[in-house]
């Protein structure tokens, strides 16, 4: 006689586990909340201070401009070589500096 083990008695329903879920929406969740989190302290950080630099106000009650060097001196550059210069701007006032048309650069010859 031949028996075979039943391990679910005859009546029951077996319970099968359900599917096991992907934790790829949790996430992308959790990295857009983290992008929306940096950005809303980065917005907030940049509307505190004028310029976005840490250069106390020397200037009370308007924006003021500081440049790091009003003139360059390359020496004598054939006309046909490009040069490149920077200069680095600072607003030492307390008040908002906006720039609303493009400065004028002027370029002498012989100089």
Same mark, same amino acid.
């Given at each position: 006689m031949s028996t075979k083990a039943n391990p679910v008695p005859q009546g029951r329903k077996v319970k099968t586990p359900p599917p096991k879920r992907s934790s790829l929406p949790l996430y992308v969740a959790g990295g857009a909340l983290l992008v929306i989190v940096v950005g809303v302290v980065l917005l907030a950080s940049a509307g505190r201070g004028s310029?976005?630099?840490?250069? $106390?106000?020397?200037?009370?009650?308007?924006? =003021? /401009? %500081?440049? !790091?060097? #009003?003139?360059? !001196?390359?020496?004598? %550059? $054939? /006309? !046909?070589? $490009?040069?490149?210069?920077?200069?680095?701007?600072?607003?030492?006032? !307390?008040? $908002? /500096?906006?720039?609303? =048309?493009?400065? %004028?650069? #002027?370029?002498?010859?012989?100089?």
């Open positions: 310029s976005g630099t840490s250069v $106390p106000a020397q200037v009370t009650g308007r924006p =003021s /401009l %500081v440049v !790091d060097r #009003e003139q360059i !001196d390359f020496g004598k %550059v $054939p /006309l !046909d070589i $490009p040069v490149k210069a920077t200069f680095k701007l600072s607003n030492v006032g !307390d008040q $908002p /500096l906006q720039i609303v =048309s493009q400065p %004028v650069v #002027e370029v002498k010859q012989g100089c």
